[in-house]
Structures are given as structure tokens and as C-alpha cells.
């Protein structure tokens, strides 16, 4: 049996059991993956992200899969002693509640609580946004452009803008992430008097072909009118280049995205969810 570090390099041999979505983000800073081989044979892997929260480091497992329990066990040891160098505090790991029993057991072994939940995730299509309230008006503000309608200086120094606020929404590197990585036309922004980025609301086309938004953001007084003005400019232009079935993931991860989708969408729900949860002890802690 080996375990091997997921890279960039050797990520491709994972992408068609942990699906390319998940796969493209090795490489990325904060995000870190095994893969376990036998006889060259692949037998099981994790892919994880580290978030800096304002309990510490916290690590969030996005994908497991093991053939056997004795190939769970080897990955979590392993897992254990990497995260251990990051000193991270917790761990916390969702799977769909449709795989098997004996998947939620090992994460039980593994020293998680398990508990069944509702995904933060759900998805729609564009012909469901197109038929939200706020789209019976049109009007979009002058504030509100799409982010390929400003400058890279514009763009960056609005990222500096969240980033020093402490808001990152799903990209722990945002800071690092160019404007490549957002949808142009469809990703929105507002500006401030001075013509500065002060709300962003950006989207990321993921290898699939759905689209996930990564940040919503507004760090003005009136954010729930700068809120909808985005979402509203996003959808008039995904209206423009795309087919009405386009799907697009929208991740309800913190309360503002909660209530928004709740008040745009009130028919959303996530997938039901086993989420397993657990305080990580560093050697020599148990002890003391």
C-alpha cells in the first residue's frame, strides 16, 4: 500500500472518482489531497481545504472515498499527521446521505460525531432566477457593472478591500485568485462615489460546466439593495449567454447568503448530508 500527496502533477489519475470539480483545486494554497495505491491500483482518497477562522485553523474534508476499512484507517492516519503540522483545531467532513452505511461507521472510527443535516448547497437553473421576484424590474444602477467592465487595479483593490474586512466568502486565497478565474461577463460588482469596488458578486465556471458563486459581498450601508443589483445584473447577462436549463450552484455558506437565498429562492433545499465533526488533539495533548 502507498500513499501518495496529491499534486497538480499526478491529480488527473484521481479527477475520475473524485469528479473535476473537486479535483481543480489541487494546487491551490490552502488545499491538500491523498490518494492511496495498491499494486499501482487506486484504492482511495481525501481532498481538503484549511480555512483560518476565528477559532484557528479549521480543515474541511470535500471528498472521501476508501475501498475497505483498513484503507480508511491509513488515509486518516496520514490525514491526522498532516494536518497536525498546520496546527489545525477541527475537522469537519460532509458525504452524500446515500452512500453507504458502512462510510458514515468508518468516519465513526475515524473519531467523528456524525449527524445528518441539509447541504448548504443547492442547484438551480437560470430559468428559476429569471423568474424571481426582483426580476419584474430591469433597471440596473450605473453603481452595478460586470467585473469585465472595469480595471484589474479596480478589481484587485476591491479584493483588498474584502480581504482586509475579513470576508473571503468560498476562496480562503482570494487574494491570490487573478480575475481569470471569475466569469467576466456574469460576475458583478458595485461601486462606491469614487468609482471603488465596495461589493462583489463573483462566479467561478467550474470544469463541469455549472456555475458556483464564490463571493457575495457588499461593504456599503445599503447592501441588501447592492445584494440585489447584482444578482439582478447577473441574471439579465447570464439571460444573454446562456440556455435557460444553465445550472448554478449557490452555496448558502454564512447567514447572508442563507437568508438571501431563503428570501429569492424559498423553494431551495440542500440534499440531505451525513456531516461528521471532530476536535483535533495534537500528541502529547491527550495526556495533559
Not at 77 to 98: F, G, L, N, W
Not at 123 to 144: A, D, F, G, Q, T
Not at 231 to 257: C, G, W
Request: aromatic share 8%; hydrophobic share 40%.
Amino acid at each position: 500500500m502507498k500513499i501518495i500527496e496529491l499534486t497538480k502533477d499526478n491529480i488527473s489519475d484521481v479527477a475520475v472518482f473524485s469528479g473535476v470539480d473537486i479535483a481543480e483545486n489541487i494546487g491551490r494554497t490552502n488545499y491538500r489531497g491523498l490518494m492511496v495505491l495498491e499494486d499501482n491500483i487506486f484504492r482511495g482518497g481525501l481532498i481538503w481545504q484549511y480555512k483560518n477562522t476565528d477559532d484557528g485553523c479549521e480543515s474541511f474534508i470535500e471528498w472521501f472515498l476508501a475501498a475497505n476499512r483498513e484503507i480508511a484507517r491509513a488515509l486518516f492516519s496520514s490525514y491526522t499527521e498532516m494536518i497536525e503540522k498546520e496546527d489545525v483545531k477541527s475537522s469537519t467532513i460532509t458525504i452524500p446521505a446515500i452512500q453507504s452505511l458502512e462510510e458514515k461507521e468508518i468516519l465513526k472510527d475515524a473519531g467523528f460525531y456524525v449527524r445528518i443535516t441539509e447541504s448548504d448547497k443547492i442547484i438551480v437553473e437560470l430559468s428559476e432566477l429569471s423568474e424571481m421576484p426582483i426580476m419584474m424590474e430591469r433597471h440596473i444602477s450605473r453603481r452595478i457593472k460586470s467585473i469585465g467592465d472595469i480595471t484589474v487595479r479596480q478589481f484587485k483593490n476591491g479584493i483588498e478591500r474584502c480581504v482586509a474586512a475579513g470576508k473571503k466568502g468560498l476562496c480562503e486565497d482570494l487574494k491570490e485568485l487573478p480575475i481569470s478565474a471569475f466569469e467576466p461577463d456574469v460576475s458583478a460588482c458595485y461601486l462606491d462615489d469614487e468609482g471603488e469596488v465596495a461589493g462583489l458578486f463573483l462566479f467561478h465556471m467550474l470544469p463541469s460546466g455549472m456555475l458556483t458563486i464564490e463571493l457575495m459581498i457588499c461593504l456599503e450601508k445599503d447592501v441588501g439593495k447592492a445584494l440585489v443589483g447584482m444578482m439582478r445584473l447577473f441574471v439579465i447577462k447570464m439571460e444573454e449567454k446562456y440556455p435557460p436549463d444553465t445550472k448554478i450552484l449557490l452555496n448558502r455558506h454564512n447567514q447572508a447568503s442563507l437568508l438571501l437565498s431563503e428570501k429569492l429562492l424559498p423553494r431551495g433545499f440542500g440534499i440531505p448530508e451525513y456531516q461528521g465533526k471532530r476536535t483535533e488533539i495534537k500528541k502529547g495533548e491527550a495526556d495533559v
